[in-house]
């Protein structure tokens, strides 16, 4: 089974625009979370999905927003792009949400410019 | 505050020796712990995943403990090697936060020949 894909793995932005993400879950997983990773912060939750509908949502400004389609295929939209956005943003699937594990897919690493 | 502290923060370690790494944790109602090893720009990847119940898990040279009275737990690396350079991440789920972990910041290995 094919594990969680992300695409681009790399990205550079400059300041002001706005970007989106996309992640792909593994096949029968129908929750999708996000995380924020800086070598400051560690990983911070931004949000998750579950059968198209957010159902948690981390404490990030509404320029970062999301969104699943049927096929539990998840973007993650960044708007006005700040510096301090330049991450890794890691994608995680999990069957069904809650204490689950969840399996994480290798990231893009996006840079503000 | 920060529900899961880790330490230390890095650690240095030479090949073949062994390691142990902590996580305390205020997260409650518990409901699972797990060990996650993040190589350097790679998405998170599980070692270990243990309940209330559970005191002890092995996974190969991995071997995390759980005190749950004491709301601590260990992973200990045995004879180390290269490839065990990583950040190694502790993340708690809480029985009643459906679908929200609380992360560490993470302990940095490095293992050198």
């Known amino acids: 089974k094919a594990g969680v894909t992300q695409t681009p793995r790399y990205l550079i932005k400059t300041r002001g625009q706005q970007v989106t993400l996309s992640c792909s879950p593994i096949?029968?997983?129908?929750?999708v979370s996000w995380y924020q990773q800086t070598p400051g912060q560690g990983l911070q939750f931004l949000f998750e999905?579950?059968?198209?509908?957010?159902?948690n949502k981390g404490n990030f400004p509404g320029r970062f927003s999301g969104r699943q389609f049927s096929n539990s295929r998840s973007e993650m939209n960044v708007s006005t792009l700040e510096l301090g956005d330049s991450a890794l943003y890691l994608c995680?699937?999990?069957?069904?949400?809650?204490?689950?594990?969840?399996?994480f897919g290798p990231g893009t690493r996006l840079t503000v410019l | 505050k920060n529900q899961v502290e880790q330490s230390p923060q890095s650690l240095i370690i030479l090949e073949g020796k062994n390691c142990t790494l902590q996580?305390?944790?205020?997260?409650?109602?518990?409901?699972?712990l797990r060990w996650y090893k993040q190589d350097t720009g790679r998405g998170p990847v599980s070692l270990t995943i243990?309940?209330?119940?559970?005191n002890t898990k092995s996974n190969g040279r991995y071997t995390a403990t759980l005190d749950a009275d004491t709301k601590q737990s260990s992973l200990h690396i045995t004879a180390s090697q290269l490839s065990d350079s990583a950040s190694y991440i502790c993340?708690?789920?809480?029985?009643?936060?459906?679908?929200?972990?609380?992360f560490g910041a993470g302990t940095q290995v490095v293992v050198t020949p």
């Open positions: 243990m309940t209330f119940s559970e």
């Open positions: 996580c305390n944790y205020t997260v409650s109602p518990f409901s699972n």
């Open positions: 993340v708690v789920s809480a029985a009643d936060s459906w679908g929200k972990f609380q």
């Open positions: 096949s029968g997983h129908r929750s």
């Open positions: 999905y579950f059968s198209e509908t957010q159902r």
């Open positions: 995680a699937s999990n069957i069904q949400g809650g204490g689950n594990e969840q399996f």
